[in-house]
């Protein structure tokens, strides 16, 4: 028999018989291929369910439903592979937690909290929301147009409202600011402390739970200050709400939302869930990501790159991880 009909013959064996493993031909002849070695090329994603955490900056009944469009999309990105669920927490300590054990396996963070997944849990953060052309956004001190305020440190002994104790321009920014001005001080090394320098630096404080929330506390005249994000008004508030408002200060560049994803999953199926998430930069899929919090965009990244010199304003601010982690301290509002 010719070595031509000896290897036609082995190719035809592996075809039919593929599932069970068995011989190829080589240079000295034929090569068993064992069962596991097959099995192993045949098998797909690690996971047959994949899921997403989502931080509200709105009401959760409000964003699941968004979110919801997003796990479709990825579910046809993964072609029925892999089931996307979503979950809408009131806060981070769910995400994080759920990206260290291994509940959740990836998710949208504000960039604090994603330094907190980086350090903490091992996440990895994989994107950055883009938005106007920009991979950052300015933290702001608003007021009512009223109001005549001109820099951030008149917030001392005034009426203020904050986003969440973990966001970053919502809190992080400009607490952090003040503390590094020396208009705050905190004395100790925990949450306990940190808690004590706001009730000592302000007449009140409230934490709305979101941007839209901060903003209308200002609105309603409940406080004179709100602090967070410079494009916040023009992307939750109505026209005629925005005319009510005016900036009092500019703090700085604070860097986007980020994407993160938890390091247990597989190379395979976090390169596709990446590869599926930069698909929404696609003009045929753009509205589903600017649905979710308004990104343009998402850019591959990593936590040094993008997040880079902000930690120092986290170091600043003792307690900020275990506020993380601790709930029943920061309910968002009755």
Known sequence: MSSGTIIGAAIGALVVGIAI???????????????ITLQQEQVGYDIEKLTIGFIPSEKADVLTPKAESLARFLESEFDGQVEIDVVVPSNYETIIEGLKFGHVHAAFMDTGPGWIAHDRANAEVVMAEVKKGKVGYYATVWQRADSDYSSIDEAIGNKVAFTSITGSSGFIRPIGTLVDRGLITVEGNDIIALKQALDNSFEYHAFGGGYKAALELLLNGSVEMAFG??????????????????????????????????????????????????KLNHQDNNQILKDVYGADALLPTTAEMHIGNFGQYLDLLPGIEQATFEKKNYDLPK
């Open 21 to 35: 493993g068995f011989f190829i031909p080589t240079d000295d002849g034929v090569q068993e291929i064992s069962q």
């Open 229 to 278: 994000s410079d494009i916040a008004p023009e992307k939750y508030l109505t026209e005629e709400q925005q005319a009510q408002l005016k900036k009092v200060d500019t703090l700085g560049l604070v860097p986007s939302h980020v994407f993160v994803v938890s390091d247990d999953l597989s190379s395979k199926t976090k390169e596709h869930l990446v590869d599926s998430m930069v």
